[in-house]
């Protein structure tokens, strides 16, 4: 390079100074938070929450019984549920990371010392002067000092494929989103060479500052979360209501209206003292509840602060302090609270903590402990499952949350395009049907395109032949290989006499070759249609030479009908030289007395599947908007042919650019995020504000991007996509990456995400079906003096093994396509809807009847004794017991395949065989079932049962389901 004789660059010492000063061309990693912490984050699901209150509840009863098996059982599930939630994001992020690898040891030539040396990505520094040729990626941001057919692509950070760059002001490009005269870190040099002056590095570099935005702390809940975190709350706020109900009604029943109990006015009143005592020091547990229950209603309240933020302790003495106070004060009215007779006896003072630990039970029975490990499970399976649909999900809670999706705010380049430029039409006017034949016209465009170009093809990958250059004259190259004409052949036949490189002052490049195969000497000249035609005396057509003034007309109007596709257009011409003629130069050669050749069209043209993925998500009442870097009229017809733009519908109010977007003030921004499908000129600020708005106006918003410029956004998102294939930056900021890089596989995203929150009502409806009668069985039973028939290990099995296993097999549902048809849920809705709220206390009641009538009926020894003839008197009791536990248990069995059946309208045995994980768990629970009752011994306290038992059970239980199968067909009728 010529150049760089006039540059000297800097010294050592210089270098070292400006890396003091201005710091390292390293962008500084994103903050990876500790292992422990990461697992703690885990603790913040709010059923997780619930469930830890119901353990350490639980953990009370179990010191004052000496029974901690339940206890252990809850934590167990507690730590079943987060590590695994754990362990699978753990295990996406190393994938993420290897994926993710970035190159900052990319060696690139600098001038120091007065002398060209190669130097380190990474240690150039800022006054350095850095040579940039074809195929370099610029590694810092700089002002050009020299560029010579200079041309970048962009892509990374505006969605621009190319961009020409000089350092004349009087070609500077207008509407551009970076100057014409300066390059920028991340975008790559596709055509001609320069030179830069470095001025920002590291950080400070436009790439650094996106990159700092897409690192920024996010806060909000998934949907998922929002919607597990209410129905946390009413399960709460039942199980306090019917904990406070029951306690009541066992203390007045065992102690108030028992003539047997004789409790006098003193003793009610210090009774009465330690009683509120306890509940002031329990506010923190029972007040917040209050507070939820009372939010679910749809008001706001703020809960108070000497609540909020007041310690335990603080609490817990001022109940105490209370107690004393209230006992002290029984002295004005003769009452020693120091006398013990003035107190109730230990009798009543048990039947009362009694009563609270049957009040404290309700509360753990209505905890449903499996549910954590559903929600796991389901979201731990789809990652795996989606991660060989190419979609590799980082963040767990992101499956979902596209379920929930109602906005995708999409990238143009490289998303909905494929990012490499193709010949969409040609008009090679003597060129009939523009087949390329062995005649001379043919031979001149092959020619043209094949010697006149600096851009080559890499056949390296078998599968995909791919350009490498300049990526429009690239696209020339692939339209000719498809032809099956080998360029290079042409290129290595056609000697190259001289050549006149492309540039953004001159609009066309000339190149003049001998050519053998047409016995003489020719100029090819390729460049812009209205340079080139304003050069040419003649337009060459299948009837021969026309004058350019008698066909300017049809050019012009074909030229028009290409730009309003957004295709880039070139124009071509030819010329024979004599050999007089071969000492001038090429400039002066093709300054006139062309014959014109012809135009071409080119775009990036949208992916095959596109289309259809994007009728998909519309169809499903997805918004699709195109943000994008590029151009009004391409972003537009890119639109238009993706579907989301419909000219005799859409008007100026649903395209925007971003500099426009910006001049919009907050409120009228807010107005016109609803009704915007394109935002063109868009840069990184203007996408995140974008996002911003949508969310606030209760959108659950996904971003697509590949590139840098995408970064912020997907940051900011309730789900980022980012593309296998784009930059770092990209892909570190996002939740899901899309390893095939197609707008297809985010249908696919948004479909199992809808699905896997139906598995999860699915598994609600099934586990809080078993709460509800495991609940009024207990309730009723302690308030009508009957106790569950039901132990702790069996409780046990039920709650957490069984329901464990039923949430592997809902979870391993397959996905539903048809979850497409219907419109996003509302991101207010609560996860319980009024049919599963139906279904739940319908059949929890019928249960908890049945249930009850076998107590009732089985607790008259008649009978016992007449039903269980064939069983051994003394073991009658303990047969009934492992009978009634089965009886439990698959009641819960069969409604499991009801739960299947949820919202589908089709039968339970409906895809069986694609639901090979259902059939197993199910097979499993029931083994299970059998082998617990054969051999739990004292465990389980159970005995085996008599073969026709089972088959009596097994039948009569599965009314269950013969209930739902009829219920549905008469629906679907």
């Known amino acids: 390079m010529e150049g760089n004789k006039n540059y000297t660059g800097l010294t050592d010492s210089q270098v070292k100074e400006s890396r003091q000063k201005h710091g390292a061309n390293i962008l500084t990693p994103p903050k990876k938070e500790p292992l422990w912490k990461l697992f703690l984050k885990k603790f913040e699901d709010p059923i997780i929450r ?18 901690y098996i339940e206890t252990i059982g809850i934590f167990c599930a507690i730590f079943l549920a ?6 699978f994001e753990m295990d996406a992020n190393k994938k993420f990371d290897v994926l993710n690898q970035v190159n900052d040891e990319e060696m690139l030539m600098v001038i120091r010392n007065g002398i060209v040396t190669q130097v380190a990505k990474k240690n150039i520094v800022v006054g350095d002067i850095v040579l ?23 892509s990374s950070l505006t969605g621009e494929l190319s961009i020409d760059k000089t350092t004349d002001p009087e070609h500077f490009e207008e509407g551009v989103t970076y100057p014409s005269n300066w390059v920028y870190r991340g975008t790559k040099v596709i055509n001609g060479h320069g ?3 470095v001025s920002k590095v590291g950080d400070a570099t436009e790439f650094g500052k996106v990159a700092e935005k897409a690192t920024e702390k996010v806060e909000g809940q998934t949907p998922l979360n929002r919607q597990l975190d209410s129905l946390a709350k009413f399960i709460g706020f039942v199980g306090l209501v019917l904990a406070v109900l029951t306690f009541s009604v066992l203390v007045a029943k065992d102690i108030f209206f028992n003539p047997a109990v004789s409790v006098s006015l003193d003793q009610l009143a210090l009774l009465g003292a330690a009683i509120l005592g306890v509940i002031v020091a329990m506010t923190k547990v029972w007040l917040p509840i209050i507070y939820d229950g009372i939010e679910l209603t749809g008001k706001k309240v703020k809960l108070p602060k000497a609540v909020a933020e007041g310690s335990w302790l603080r609490w817990l003495l001022t109940g105490a302090l209370i107690t004393v106070i209230i006992a002290a004060s029984g002295y004005l009215f003769g009452v020693d609270p120091l006398d013990s007779d003035s107190w109730v006896n230990l009798h009543i003072a048990t039947e009362i903590l009694q009563a609270f630990m049957v009040a404290v039970t309700l509360v753990v029975v209505a905890v449903p402990e499996g549910l954590p490990m559903s929600v796991t499970l389901s979201l731990a399976l789809s990652m795996r499952r989606m991660l060989k649909m190419n979609n590799l999900v980082r963040k767990m809670h992101a499956v979902e ?6 906005v995708i705010c999409t990238d143009k380049t490289g998303t909905l395009t494929q990012n490499q430029m193709q010949v969409a039409s040609t008009n090679f006017y003597g060129v009939p049907e523009q087949r390329l034949t062995d005649s001379e016209i043919s031979r001149l465009v092959i020619g043209n395109i094949s010697v006149n170009s600096t851009a080559y093809l890499d056949f390296s990958n078998p599968g995909k032949t791919a350009s490498l250059g300049n990526p429009t004259e690239g696209a020339l190259l692939l339209w000719l290989n498809k032809s099956r004409i080998l360029y290079s052949n042409i290129r290595n036949k056609e000697q190259v006499i001289d050549q006149l490189p492309f540039s953004t002052e001159r609009k066309f490049m000339a190149t003049l070759v001998n050519s053998p195969k047409l016995r003489g000497k020719i100029l090819y000249v390729k460049g812009a249609p209205e340079v080139v035609l304003s050069k040419s005396k003649s337009v060459s057509t299948s009837e021969g030479l026309i004058p350019t003034e008698g066909y300017k007309q049809v050019i012009d109007k074909q030229l028009l009908e290409y730009q309003d596709q957004a295709m880039r257009t070139l124009g071509f011409a030819y010329k024979y030289i004599d050999d007089t003629d071969i000492n001038t130069p090429v400039d002066k050669l093709a300054a006139n007395d062309l014959i014109f050749l012809g135009i071409a069209g080119i775009s990036d043209p949208v992916r095959t599947d596109v289309p259809d993925a994007v009728q998909q998500c519309l169809n499903a009442g997805i918004g699709v908007k195109i943000v994008t870097g590029d151009t009004y009229g391409t972003a537009k017809e890119i639109g238009r042919q993706i579907g989301i733009w419909k000219d005799k519908v859409d008007t100026d109010r649903n395209i925007i650019a971003g500099t426009d977007f910006e001049a919009l003030s907050d409120e009228e921004a807010y107005n016109r995020v609803k009704d915007l499908k394109i935002m063109c000129r ?34 900011y998102a309730d789900v980022g996509l980012s593309m296998g294939s784009g930059t770092s930056v990209a892909k570190e900021a996002s939740d899901i990456t899309l390893l095939d890089d197609s707008f297809s596989s985010i249908a696919t995203a948004v479909m199992w995400g ?16 078993i709460n509800v009668a495991a609940l009024l069985i207990v309730f009723l039973g302690s308030i009508f003096g009957q106790e569950l028939p039901l132990t702790v290990t069996q409780m046990l099995w039920v709650n957490l093994i069984m329901d464990t296993f039923a949430a ?32 739940i206390l319908i059949t929890g009641i019928l249960f908890v009847i049945l249930l009850l009538g076998m107590m009732y009926y089985f607790a008259n020894p008649e009978h016992l004794n007449s039903f269980f003839s064939y069983v051994a008197e003394g073991d009658r009791e303990r047969y009934f017991l492992s009978y009634f536990f089965t009886v439990f248990v698959l009641l819960q069995f069969w409604n499991m395949f009801n739960a299947k059946a949820y919202a589908t309208g089709k039968s339970a045995f409906a895809g069986m065989n694609k639901s090979a994980g259902f059939e197993m768990v199910a097979l499993i629970i029931l083994i299970g079932q059998i082998l617990i009752v054969t051999f739990g011994g004292d465990v389980f306290r159970t005995m085996p049962l008599e073969i026709r038992d089972w088959g009596i059970i097994i039948g009569g239980t599965s009314v269950v389901l013969w209930i739902g199968e009829i219920t549905r067909l008469i629906r679907k009728k």
């Open 50 to 67: 619930i469930l830890l209150i119901a353990a350490f509840l639980s953990l009370g009863i179990s010191v004052i019984h000496n029974e």
């Open 82 to 87: 987060t590590g695994v939630a754990f362990w």
């Open 132 to 154: 940039l040729e074809i195929g370099n990626e610029v590694p810092a941001d700089g002002e050009l000092l020299d560029a010579v057919s200079m041309q970048v692509d962009e």
């Open 195 to 197: 030179v830069f002056e």
């Open 401 to 406: 949350t596209m379920g929930a999706t109602t």
């Open 682 to 715: 868009a840069r990184p600020t203007d996408k995140q504000r974008l996002v911003h708005l949508l969310k606030k106006r209760g959108e659950i918003v996904a971003v697509t991007g590949d590139g840098t410029n995408d970064a912020p956004a997907l940051n």
């Open 754 to 769: 809808r699905s896997l929150y139906k598995n999860i009502q699915r598994f609600i409806l099934f586990q809080i079906t």
């Open 808 to 839: 592997g097999a809902l979870a391993s549902l397959p996905p539903d396509p048809n979850v497409m048809n219907s419109k996003p849920r509302k991101n207010s809705d609560f996860i319980i809807t009024p049919s599963i709220a139906r279904h």
